[in-house]
T-cell receptor, first 116, second 115 residues
Framework: AQSVAQPEDQVNVAEGNPLTVKCTYSVSGNPYLFWYVQYPNRGLQFLLKYITGDNLVKGSYGFEAEFNKSQTSFHLKKPSALVSDSALYFCAVRDPASSNTGKLIFGQGTTLQVKP | DTAVSQTPKYLVTQMGNDKSIKCEQNLGHDTMYWYKQDSKKFLKIMFSYNNKELIINETVPNRFSPKSPDKAHLNLHINSLELGDSAVYFC??????????????FGEGSRLTVL
């Protein structure tokens, strides 16, 4: 069964410092991986995805993520955090074997707090 | 223009009542979803429709009944509301023709509170 885990409930960083939000996954085949961000009282916004190709994926708002097949990880990164990046971040996985359904499995979310 | 719009945004009702949430997308997508986000922010898929046809029906009580009159609309009707139904319900859409690699576009959510 496919699953995704975000081991940290909360990540705290100072503004201007690099940030990492961790994600590990478990699927039977090659995964499709996604990151979403949720601001308070808002819907989820797509940040980036990995389907195939280059392991380093660049996305919106200066975020990027690195796919690591051997470690089954897809960590979200940003070189310099902004206070406005403070939000709830979700990693999600889609098993290609079930791609005809479009079903995404979400991690439990990580709250990112960036302090001035 | 809002890509995925849900109404109402807030819904407060008594136990035992029946309520509906409506969703419309103007992205031309062929697949729509309902997700439930609980008080711990955990997201779980409930239903998915592709071109008006039900393709995902997770273990959701049959008090929940989705209806898709056309591929741009997916409504959620809930009968006999219970306290545990209190949550934020998100509608989403995606384009299936990308072989399932397309990202989901989410609405702003409908916060349901059952008293």
């Amino acid at each position: 069964a496919q699953s995704v885990a975000q081991p940290e409930d909360q990540v705290n960083v100072a503004e201007g410092n690099p940030l990492t939000v961790k994600c590990t996954y478990s699927v039977s085949g090659n995964p499709y991986l996604f990151w979403y961000v949720q601001y308070p009282n808002r819907g989820l916004q797509f940040l980036l995805k990995y389907i195939t190709g280059d392991n380093l994926v660049k996305g919106s708002y200066g975020f990027e993520a690195e796919f690591n097949k051997s470690q089954t990880s897809f960590h979200l990164k940003k070189p310099s955090a902004l206070v406005s990046d403070s939000a709830l971040y979700f990693c999600a996985v889609r098993d290609p074997a079930s791609s005809n359904t479009g079903k995404l499995i979400f991690g439990q979310g990580t709250t990112l707090q960036v302090k001035p | 223009d809002t890509a995925v719009s849900q109404t109402p945004k807030y819904l407060v009702t008594q136990m035992g009542n029946d309520k509906s949430i409506k969703c419309e997308q103007n992205l031309g997508h062929d697949t729509m979803y309902w997700y439930k986000q609980d008080s711990k922010k955990f997201l779980k898929i409930m239903f998915s429709y592709n071109n008006k046809e039900l393709i995902i029906n997770e273990t959701v009580p049959n008090r929940f009944s989705p209806k898709s009159p056309d591929k741009a609309h997916l409504n959620l009707h809930i009968n006999s509301l219970e306290l545990g139904d209190s949550a934020v319900y998100f509608c989403a859409s995606s384009q299936h023709g990308t072989g399932g690699t397309g990202e989901l576009f989410f609405g702003e959510g409908s916060r349901l509170t059952v008293l």
